[in-house]
């Protein structure tokens, strides 16, 4: 009985890790679909509070994904007049002939 219980403890972690890992690749996806989104609707510009709301992710997580965009594309730290920052980053240039 002890190997079976066993048996079942470690099912049931390997299925909760797998989950996890599921889930947060889920959320990256979704981050990088709605970041790319964003930068096209703002403007370049993207707030934290942007981000987290359109791709429906806690707040800290989003908040990870911006600083790493923001340090790859060198993206401007901004203060709106209402005090609220947000991030300008590189323009988005299309081609002519697209």
Excluded: W
């Amino acid at each position: 009985m002890p190997i079976i219980d066993l048996l079942l403890v470690i099912t049931l972690g390997v299925l909760g890790i797998l989950f996890l890992q599921k889930a947060t690749r889920s959320q990256q996806k979704q981050l990088e679909e709605t970041f790319y989104q964003l930068l096209e609707t703002e403007n370049s510009c993207i707030s934290l509070i942007q981000l987290a709301a359109a791709a429906r992710v806690e707040p800290e997580i989003a908040q990870q994904y911006l600083e790493h965009q923001v340090q790859v594309f060198n993206a401007i730290p901004e203060v709106d007049p209402d005090g609220d920052t947000y991030y300008r980053f590189p323009k988005l240039h299309r081609r002519m002939n697209e």
